[in-house]
């Protein structure tokens, strides 16, 4: 018997190897299997179903993921997992949870700043799972300003202790993952103070609950922050707040891989250089980065098959109507979040790599690139991180009516994911940083220093200043030098533009603040010509597989056109193209639409998601849209009574008039 | 005792009269007056509270809501409040539920489409609540498209009635409001078929359920749809499915004010024009653009306020760090939504003057306004919902990560917003709509048919097509008719190029299908110089109060010059504008930002929100946000317990190591 599928006739239009292209996606054959294999398995245990995790009340959806996370850690040793299989399933099972603040921030955490010896002690605890940990940086009153943190580590000489304290309710903890109900441990960020003198904001270890019972530790006050964004979604975490009313600590437990302080009471600076924490941030950049590209391409999945499944107007001599897939203006909002969604996987790829460069940078003390890494690292997850948001409601959007429903997991999904604009640095703020770094750069041109990495075109800029784009027919923009060689140009043009303004203000601070928000314009435009020249380097590889690349080269080409038409203002303005240039990059544009549209329902075939994961129903893999959404539609508790509670009481009164309810 | 205001300050900056903006921004003194009583009279009554809404199971919404309902109508009766203030009642009760179906479609639906008799019969009914309605249009396989509705009512001779039936499984209707669990009735939209013959989409009222016991009728198979996008929000109401099995009706239930079926099931049109059905569909527009300047405003209230408390960076000698609405991202975000707020009502209140308008000329019938009308009307509805939703979106971001907790209220500002940009026209489909009557207005220029109304403009087209923009210096760009000039240049040149475009096309239809991404877009520039045409007549009016007008001239301003640095592309590459010019409005943008910002607290407050129908602590009147988000956090049901429950089960054994989770 043939399986259902609605799809059949989009697959078979395809022109290139799907199987090769979810390789490609993947990064590489063997992340492609494992994914494969892990996925089947999560999707096929009734215990991580999640059909019904919108209806959960917040008590139910916490139990449910306690028992989730209980079972992965159960299969992951039954079936004897590898630590990336492990990860995987952590993935797939796709509820945020407690567990996901051990391994991505309590160990990283303990592993960056702690001394070998602290190692040796804490982290087999963790890794065994007979600690549970957390990361209590964020506090009520400080986020983005680390440096403001309010509460305190005082170091008592008397007993060799550190009395943790909270001196305001700004200082609160808040927000910190998996605080709220299960951590027995934390890494807490406090200002360490010895002998009255303030030292800035260190790490500590502290135990906040019982490991017999997980009452929380006397002078210690901890719960949920309670309900956030959306139903399901991150509501499944236990997201906490706490005080500390002088809880004392022994003096080991101030992580003194860095800095340390001594029995008497001297606080003193390791030998170690700083700047080795950069590492970790830019692998865990390169995590999110690459997240973005899971969450949107989740809803661009959904959009894009829903997309063909759904027809509407157009119907001629009584035949079906037209896809609405084949519609330009749902083409024109859809294949550029498509394009942008291999463009962040493969900028997250090529970040994977720049991770291990710099960490053997570092090793070798070479902390040249570092400016530089950190800039780019920051940007991309701004662009990254805001452009799937967006893209995320978009797919909504274009899902019609039925993406407002929960069943369509697109609520859920944004819901879940908007977050990533805020955390590990709000977009803006990091942006600024960006900025604050091109402006740098731009300032040292013909200094004899010369920029690198990313920023290397910026030598350059004689030429970039006043280079003229080539493009006279619309094809012309398919000339990958042509591409970046406009981006280049807009980028330090845009950079050099807001470095001149700020120069006319008398005190250069003065005008770093009046100028932000062009500063934040400049270092969007760096970051655009980042993720389209990573792309265009991407397909000057090997790639193998019929028709692979030549897809990825329209897709790369989407990308980058539809960027220029978004931000034409900024083309044009400075002069990098003519408007007649930016009229034929949307003709051309348009032309690519009609390249992607039978390849469409393939590419989003690529990522590989299996139905449990994706989680929409109007992005099932077998099309079977409309019945499904019926038959799950009975299943909410509304419908588990025909007369609806409260009848008695609230309506029957009004319609038997017993209550008069209107004036005529 | 003076009460805590922690904007004190802020609120002494402010250099206008607040109470005569009120009452600017209510549109009348009586409509202030009415507002602001009706608004505390919801505040102080204890039902109506809703700060545990986010954190109900959707049965305990669903029963919330019904009371809430049944309260609503109670107090409208015990207080004799007006039509007015009954609804004004409604609407700050801020929870979505069937009754808004009954006043807001059932009863139109009637007046619209009913015979004189019907009117008569029905009406009184609705108005007394003797039977509850909904307005049952929308199918599971279509929205958009009307006439490809698949319900059918087939006219049966023998017995002088109707039999409703739902023949696939894609003509269930679906997404009706208050049809799920407690309609009465409904107004169907059917495909009317008599003696074999399809006479398209027709309205009937079906009776659903028993009056005695709300069970649903025999022959109807009915229920709730599920849930929806977040927490709260839409939740509360019952968007129902519902299937036909050969339901009968009598023929009179047809309602017959613009077609009828005889006794011997002859179809026949009244002589009654049918552009008379116009007049409620302006009116429901009008009321949307109103709507969403609420909802915006409601965002930016809280965003402005919350901006004001939150303080972060910037402190200098141990001095309070720098209120966040300080720094010129902040406000560059901030303060254009501030301006689409007002400048949204502005134009809503205009609408509400054309809807007057149209009706009298309809009554006169004169329907030579109605093309014009209805592409302004359907414009607007897009382009002020559109930039609404992105608007509450970009609001909670401006809260950084506390605007993800559910007490911000912003999250489910957004989730109860959202569909707006989908229901009564997708906004992608209206645009579209909007391009094509555009594209019709140029065809005709220079056949002396003369442009009214909103496009009377393009009357001058061969001056917008040539003209110059007149910008030296930053301060011109505050000249009206400067402004007012340059969005009339960018509409006409946008829409010709188009045009021309189109005529390319050997067929005009592949030319509108290929360019529709282009027609959206002249579309969106048409819409915004209506905003902004608006925006200015309204400050050529007189405006008491001290400093209110020129308050409003900032926004205005503020509104024009922020959508000219949006779309720069447009401006610039179309040549209404130099790059120079722009770079000048984006000068005197930042300036205004500066007059804007001693305001902007003030501003809002001029809404005149109450803290409850705000529901967010971010946007707290008195500003006290930091306690009180501590204090709420407390209510999560996760704090119940101290310990949370499925800890015996789920995380006692792994601690304990009775379960082994780790490999190490």
Known sequence: MEA??????????????????????????????????????????????????????????????LKKVAHAWKRIIELRLSEEEGNKLMVFMDQPSFADLQWGMFIPAIKANGSEEQKAKWLPLAYKVKILGCYAQTELGHGSNVRGLETTATFDPHTDEFLLHSPTLTSSKWWPGGMGKVSTHAVVYARLITDGQDHGVHAFIVQLRSLDDLSPLPGITVGDIGMKFGSGAYNSMDNGVMRFDHVRIPRDQMLMGISQVTRDGKYMQSDVPRQLMYGPMVYVRQKIVADASTALSRAVCIATRYSAVRRQFGSQNGGPETQVIDYKTQQNRLFPLLASAYAFRFVGQWLMWLYNDVTQKLQANDFSTLPEVHACTAGLKCITTSATADGIEECRKLCGGHGYLSSSGLPELFAVYVPACTYEGDNVVLLLQVGRFLMKTVSQLGSGKKPVGTVAYMGRAEHLLQCRCEVERAEDWLKPHVLVEAFEARATRMAVSCAKNINKFPKQDDGFAELSADLTEAAVAHCQLIV???????????????????????????????????????FVASGCITPEQGALANEQLRLLYSQVRPNAVALVDAFNYTDHYLGSILGRYDGNVYPKLYEAAWKDPLNETVVPDGYDEYIRPILKQHIRVARL
Not at 9 to 24: G, P, S
Not at 547 to 563: D, F, H, M
């Open 532 to 570: 389209v020249s990573k792309f265009i380097e991407k397909l000057q590889q090997d790639i193998p597989g019929k028709g692979v690349k030549r897809q990825l080269e329209i897709l790369c080409n989407v990308y980058a056109l539809s960027l220029i038409h978004k931000h034409l203002g900024d």
């Open 4 to 65: 259902l599928d609605y799809h059949a006739e989009e697959r078979r239009k395809a022109e290139f190897d799907v199987k090769e292209m979810k390789i490609v996606w993947a990064g590489s054959r063997r992340a492609y299997e494992i994914s494969d294999r892990v996925a089947r398995l999560v999707a096929s245990d009734p215990v991580f179903q999640k059909e019904n995790r919108t209806m959960l009340s917040r008590k139910e959806l916490f139990t449910d993921t």
